[in-house]
């Protein structure tokens, strides 16, 4: 059984662009959750999608935006990169809502900015 | 909403000891506690989880407690191996919806 798969796996972006990250989950997840981890930092909540509906959000500003597809898989939008979005980006997946479930992580994705 | 402290944020220790990892976490409605392990360059693998109605849980040389009156947690490793060495995460989860992580600690066991 395939893992949550995320895509892609590097990616360079210059400072104002927009950048859109991809997020398929495990197979029979419905519940899809983003992480920030910038270098030396803990994991910072970003969003969660369940049932194609946005749950909640971190506190992040809003060119943090995203959605989740029918299929359960998400995508991130960054808009208007800045230097400190620099970070690994991860997507999680749990098969049911709350907190209280096994998530698995995906790979995550390494978001540079210059 | 949820807070959660790890400690130490860094642990060395020689290959065949034991590695000790402490949380707290402050919503007393948390009721689900995993523990992940981040090799470079990947993402946290769960490890290990436990959950409120359990005090303890063991999975080979990697075990869990949990003390709920405190709102501490701690994952254990015994016999450290030199593969052992990651960052690991705690997380909290089940009173906000959001699983909610501590910062980290990177254990190094020295062979």
Redesign the interface.
């Known amino acids: 059984e395939a893992g ?1 798969t ?1 895509s892609p796996t590097h990616l360079i972006k210059t400072r104002g662009q927009q950048v859109t990250l991809r997020c398929s989950p495990i197979s029979g997840h419905t519940s899809v ?1 983003w ?1 920030q981890q910038a270098l030396g ?3 910072q ?1 970003l969003l ?1 999608y369940d049932e194609g509906e946005e ?2 959000r ?1 506190n992040f500003p809003p060119r943090f935006s995203g959605r989740q597809f029918p299929n359960y898989s998400s995508e991130l939008n960054v808009n208007a990169l800045e230097l400190e979005d620099s970070a690994l980006y ?1 997507c ?1 997946s749990s098969y049911r ?12 994705t390494r978001l540079t900015v210059v | 909403g949820e807070n959660v402290e790890q400690h130490p944020s860094t642990l060395s220790v020689q290959e065949g000891d034991s590695a000790v990892i402490k949380c707290t976490y402050s919503d007393s409605a948390s009721n689900y506690f995993p523990w992940y392990k981040q090799e470079l360059g990947k993402g946290p693998q769960l490890i290990i989880d436990i959950r409120s109605n359990v005090g303890e849980k063991k999975d080979q040389r990697i075990a869990v407690t949990l003390n709920k009156t405190a709102k501490h947690f701690s994952l254990h490793i015994t016999e450290t191996q030199p593969e052992d060495s990651a960052v690991y995460f705690c997380a909290a989860g089940g009173g906000s919806y959001i699983p909610t992580f501590g910062r980290g600690t990177s254990l190094i066991v020295h062979p």
């Open positions: 949550v995320q959750y992480y930092l803990g994991l909540f969660w749950r909640n971190g991860l999680a809502s709350g907190a209280n479930t096994e998530a698995f992580f995906g790979q995550g």
